[in-house]
C-alpha cells in the first residue's frame, strides 16, 4: 500500500468524522488516491459522490450543499485546478459557510523548481480561509474555523494496491451556537428591523415583539408574517424614510442603495444585532452590538409607527401592480413575482445576483410564519459565479419531494452553463431553472452607467448583448427548454414541472428597463 493512498485514506477519515457527508469531485491524476479514497467512502454509504469536470462548478456545487445544511467537502488536482476553486471559497467564506476544500498537491521538495503543475497552493485562498498543509494524517478539524482548506501532498504512486472498507463512526456537522445571554432593546426611538442575508428567524421575532416595521431581503429568513414592508425599499425616500431614528441591524444587508444611504445617515442609531460571515465590522457607523444574536424587547412600541408604514405599503404597492398590469410585455418583475408565488410551504428557491434579487425583493409573495420555504443567493460577495451549480447543489441537498425552483439572468446562466454537464451515473435534482433574457447586462441600465450620456459607449462597456440561443445550448446537453413570452405560459410552465433540470426562459425587454425602474422608483404613498 502506498503512502499516498494511506494520506488520501486519513483525510477521508477525518472528513466523515468531521460531519462531511457530501463529497464534490474533479478529477485529476495527482488527487486519483483521493479519488478513489471518496469512491470507496461512497460505496460503504458514508458520503456521496459527485463528480463534476470544472473546478469551478464543483466548488459551487458544494458551496449549494453547504448553504442547505449538509458538510460538503470538495476535492482537486494541483495547479490552476486549485485557482478555480478560489470564487467558491471567497463566497464560503464572506458567508461564514463550513466549506471543506481538499487539494491534492505535489511532495513539498518539488515546490519551487518548475515541477509539472506545482505551485505554492499553502496559503493561495488568502488570509480568510485557514489551512492545513499535510503530509501526514490530519489531526480532527471539526471545529476549525470556516472554511478550510487542507492541502494534500501526495507522491508517487498515485493508484491503491486494494480496495478500502472505511471502518468510520461519522461525526455531525458543526451548528451555530447563540450564546445564551438575554439581551433587551429599549422602547422609544421611531425604529425599523433590517434583516439582510442569512439573518434568520430573530429579526422577525423582534419586528413582531415590539411592533416594528420589519425591512427584510427575500434571502433573510425573516421575511414572513405580517410586518414586513414588501415596497420598503420605494418608502425609504418618503417621509416615512426621513423620520426613522434607529434601525437595528440583523444579517448582511447588501441589496438596496436606499438601505446604504439610511444606514450611513449620521442622525441614525445604528444596533447590530450580528452577521454571517468574517468581518467583525460593520461598514456602517455601529452604536451599539448585541453578540446573542437574539436580542427582545418589553412589550410593543406605539403601535401607529407600524401602521403608518402598512398604510404606505398599500398604496404604494397598488400603484406598483397596476404599473406592471399595464405593461404590454412581459417584465422581470412579473416573472419575479410568478417564480414567488410558484414555491410551495417547504420549497427551496436560488435566486442569482444582479437584477433578478432586486426584481424579487419588490415581488416576493406575502408568505406565512412556519411554511418553512427555504430562499438563498450567494450574497457573501454578491457575485454571478457559480450559480446554477449553487442552485443544483442546493436542490440535491434538500429532500428529494422539495420543489425546487431558481431565478436568475441570462448572463449569469452563461456563466455556469458547464453546469448542466453531468454524466449519467449522476445523482441529478427536481430543479426548474428560470432564465430572465434580456439579451444581456441589464442592472448597469438602473445605476449610473446606463444614464443617457453614456448611451454611445453603453452596449459595449456594459450591455453585452450575447445573442446566444438558449434552446441549443440547453439541447447540447440535453437539459430540457422551454421559452415563454407571457405570465400565462410562464405561470403553466412553472405548475408543469417535467422533472431533473430544466430551463424555461422567460425573455424581457431591455430597451425600457432604465424608463420603467424611473417610474417604479417614483412611486409614493
Not at 440583523?250 to 445604528?270: K, Q
Not at 468581518?279 to 444574536?293: E, H, Q
Not at 456594459?462 to 430540457?480: I, N
Request: aromatic content about 4%; charged content about 20%.
Amino acid at each position: 500500500m502506498s503512502t499516498s493512498t494511506e494520506l488520501a485514506r486519513a483525510v477521508l477519515t477525518a472528513l466523515v468524522e468531521a460531519g462531511v457527508t457530501e463529497v464534490v469531485l474533479a478529477p485529476g491524476s495527482r488527487n486519483a488516491p483521493l479519488g478513489f479514497a471518496a469512491y470507496d467512502a461512497a460505496e460503504t454509504g458514508l458520503v456521496r459522490l459527485h463528480t463534476r469536470v470544472d473546478e469551478r462548478t464543483a466548488g459551487f456545487l458544494a458551496l449549494g450543499l453547504t448553504k442547505v445544511g449538509a458538510r460538503a467537502a470538495v476535492i482537486s488536482t494541483s495547479g490552476t485546478a486549485v485557482a478555480n476553486l478560489h470564487p467558491s471559497v471567497l463566497e464560503a467564506a464572506h458567508a461564514g459557510l463550513p466549506l471543506v476544500v481538499v487539494t491534492a498537491d505535489r511532495p513539498a521538495r518539488l515546490r519551487g523548481t518548475g515541477a509539472n503543475q506545482t505551485t505554492d497552493q499553502v496559503g493561495v485562498f488568502g488570509p480568510l480561509v485557514a489551512t492545513l498543509d499535510l503530509a501526514g494524517p490530519p489531526v480532527a478539524f471539526a471545529d476549525a474555523p470556516a472554511p478550510l482548506h487542507l492541502n494534500v501532498q501526495l507522491d508517487d504512486p498515485l493508484v491503491p494496491a486494494d480496495r478500502w472498507r472505511p471502518d468510520v463512526t461519522p461525526g455531525q456537522p458543526p451548528g451555530r451556537i447563540a450564546p445564551a445571554i438575554f439581551e433587551t432593546v429599549p422602547l422609544g426611538p421611531r425604529t425599523v428591523v433590517i434583516a439582510g442575508d442569512d439573518a434568520g428567524p430573530p429579526a422577525r421575532i423582534l419586528a413582531e415583539q415590539a411592533g416594528w416595521p420589519l425591512l427584510a431581503e427575500p434571502t433573510s429568513g425573516s421575511r414572513t408574517g405580517t410586518n414586513p414592508i414588501r415596497c420598503y425599499r420605494l418608502l425609504l425616500g418618503s417621509d416615512l424614510g426621513t423620520r426613522i431614528e434607529r434601525v437595528v441591524v440583523f444579517g448582511h444587508p447588501t441589496l438596496s442603495r436606499p438601505v446604504t444611504r439610511l444606514l450611513g445617515r449620521d442622525d441614525l442609531e445604528v444596533i447590530d444585532a450580528g452577521a454571517p460571515g468574517v468581518w467583525p465590522d460593520r461598514p456602517f457607523a455601529v452604536a451599539g452590538r448585541f453578540i446573542s444574536g437574539r436580542p427582545a424587547v418589553d412589550g410593543p412600541d406605539d403601535a401607529a409607527w407600524l401602521e403608518e408604514w402598512r398604510a404606505a405599503d398599500r398604496a404604494v404597492s397598488r400603484q406598483f401592480d397596476a404599473l406592471l398590469a399595464a405593461e404590454p410585455d412581459l417584465t422581470p418583475y412579473t416573472v419575479a413575482g410568478a417564480v414567488s408565488r410558484a414555491l410551495p410551504p417547504g420549497g427551496l428557491l436560488v435566486v442569482g445576483a444582479s437584477s433578478p434579487i432586486r426584481d424579487l425583493d419588490l415581488m416576493v409573495a406575502p408568505y406565512a410564519v412556519g411554511d418553512r420555504r427555504k430562499v438563498i443567493a450567494n450574497r457573501g460577495l454578491s457575485g454571478i459565479d457559480g450559480t446554477v451549480s449553487t442552485a443544483i447543489g442546493a436542490a440535491l441537498g434538500r429532500p428529494s419531494s422539495t420543489r425546487s425552483l431558481a431565478l436568475m439572468g441570462d448572463v449569469t446562466f452563461l456563466h455556469d452553463a458547464t453546469a448542466l454537464m453531468t454524466g449519467p451515473r449522476e445523482a441529478v435534482p427536481d430543479l426548474t431553472i428560470v432564465v430572465v433574457n434580456d439579451d444581456g447586462g441589464s442592472i448597469f441600465a438602473m445605476l449610473e452607467q446606463g444614464a443617457p450620456e453614456y448611451a454611445d459607449r453603453y452596449e459595449t462597456l456594459f450591455g453585452t448583448p450575447h445573442g446566444v440561443d438558449l434552446a441549443s445550448l440547453c439541447a447540447a446537453t440535453r437539459t430540457p427548454h422551454l421559452q415563454v413570452g407571457s405570465l400565462p405560459e410562464l405561470q403553466h410552465a412553472l405548475a408543469s414541472p417535467n422533472g431533473g433540470v430544466e430551463v424555461v426562459e422567460a425573455r424581457v425587454r431591455r430597451d425600457n428597463r432604465r424608463d420603467l425602474d424611473e417610474r417604479i422608483r417614483g412611486l409614493r404613498p
